[in-house]
């Protein structure tokens, strides 16, 4: 196999030391090979960088480890061409390994140009998927808080989920402030009650009788403190974002023109995509890569169903909410599609098959700059009797005749 590089580098990554192995030679010639180990330290990693620089490497390549890679990869962005490729692509030969070993190898790949890189976004949309994947920890660690309140409740046979929508709304909060207070009777605690919770007070009052014991009170207490917290920092975190996304205002305005997609979806589409479209090539190379394409399985010249592909977790999950929120408007293309697949591959899979359009809508605005254009409910008839009318004509044609369409008056 054909050389193409004469000066690369492969660079095996772990938390505490990095080695390096550097092949410098002519294409068709055996490579002089260079091997040396740094830490994982700012210093050292700096030395790694000088002393790439010193012997003229222009490709680094390395494996996406964890999150090793990433301080490396910080202090090398700028100075060479780096390839971050994916450790189950570039795994070596069952045999000898080791450290050395597994660098020289990625060095080999790197030098016969076998390794694909993996798609890593300029620092300010690293910066920003920072911020919007925090932002998700967040709200899952204030479901999980909910949950432990909702079960303390049920513990004390407190059953105010059973009579409130909303246990953690304005009126609820209050009713859990008293209950923790416990300083206030069940009728006291219903007066709490705002908005259209009034019109149910004999039922909160009822569902509010229970036998609250005194440490139910006090981690019922340290558990809405903790909600307190998060909440206010979710708060600071969502005006943090906000300044993040001003260089990416356009783009985020675009998004929020495609039905089910809010302010926070259209961060993280931003976030996980970024904004540049030709790293990717083309919308379906974005979809497989995001993990909401159809798998492609096929054995002996028969096409085989799989399932969809692995991809990025975070870009998946933003984009299914989309499309739960995106089938639920009316009079539009996405409703439609959504109804015809669900009778026959499901919900879950017409779903899936919704995000996946909704991605590739997401790339054409970003690719084209050009605003949303709903397709309409009627768009799939249409096309279905499009079809219909060719396949009649072409029958009539085989069969000998000369076919005129001219549409009915109305």
């Not at 059953?159 to 009713?175: E, H, Q, R």
């Not at 809010?262 to 890569?289: C, H, N, P, S, Y």
Request: glycine content about 8%; some cysteine; overall charge positive.
């Amino acid at each position: 196999m054909e050389a193409l590089l004469e000066r690369c580098a492969g660079l095996d990554v772990h938390q505490a030391s990095v080695v390096c192995c550097v092949l410098i030679g002519a294409p068709g010639r055996r490579p002089q090979k260079l091997l040396r180990s740094f830490g994982t330290t700012t210093r050292e990693l700096e030395a790694l960088r000088a002393w790439l620089a010193e012997h003229g490497v222009t490709h680094v390549g390395m494996e996406s480890t964890g999150v090793y890679w990433k301080p490396v990869y910080a202090v090398l962005e700028g100075h060479f061409e780096l390839i971050v490729g994916n450790a189950h692509h570039i795994k070596n030969v069952p045999g000898r390994k080791t450290d050395v070993k597994d660098a020289e190898w990625i060095a080999q790949l790197v030098r016969h140009g076998l390794i694909t890189k993996s798609f890593v976004p300029p620092p300010a949309v690293r910066d920003l998927r920072d911020l919007v994947r925090h932002r998700r920890t967040l709200i899952e660690t204030r479901t999980a808080m909910r949950n432990r309140v909702l079960k303390l409740l049920e513990g004390a046979n407190i059953k105010l989920s059973g009579v409130a929508s909303d246990v953690f709304g304005v009126s609820g909060m209050a009713m859990l402030e008293a209950l923790a207070a416990g300083s206030t009777s069940a009728s006291e605690m219903a007066r709490l009650a705002r908005g259209r919770m009034r019109r149910k007070r004999d039922a909160l009052e009822a569902a509010l009788e229970g036998r609250m014991r005194e440490h139910q009170r006090f981690l019922l207490a340290m558990q809405l403190r903790q909600l307190g917290e998060v909440e206010r920092d979710l708060q600071a975190l969502d005006s943090r974002i906000d300044a993040q996304l001003e260089p990416f205002r356009l783009q985020h305005g675009l998004l929020l023109q495609i039905p089910g997609v809010d302010r926070v979806t259209a961060a993280a589409i931003l976030a996980e995509i970024g904004t540049d479209m030709d790293v990717f090539a083309t919308a379906r190379r974005l979809a497989a890569w995001a993990g909401v394409a159809p798998g492609n399985y096929e054995s002996a010249g028969k096409p085989k169903g799989a399932a969809v592909r692995r991809g990025n977790v975070f870009l998946k999950s933003a984009l299914f909410a989309a499309a739960s929120a995106a089938v639920r408007t009316k009079a539009s293309y996405y409703r439609d599609k959504y109804n015809r697949l669900r009778a026959r591959r499901g919900p879950v899979r017409a779903l899936m098959a919704i995000a996946h359009k909704l991605l590739i809508t997401a790339f054409h605005m970003l690719a084209t700059g050009e605003a949303f254009r709903d397709l309409g409910e009627g768009y799939l008839d249409q096309i279905t009797r499009r079809r219909s009318a060719a396949k009649l004509v072409q029958r009539l044609s085989n069969l000998g005749f000369e076919v005129t369409l001219v549409p009915k008056a109305a």
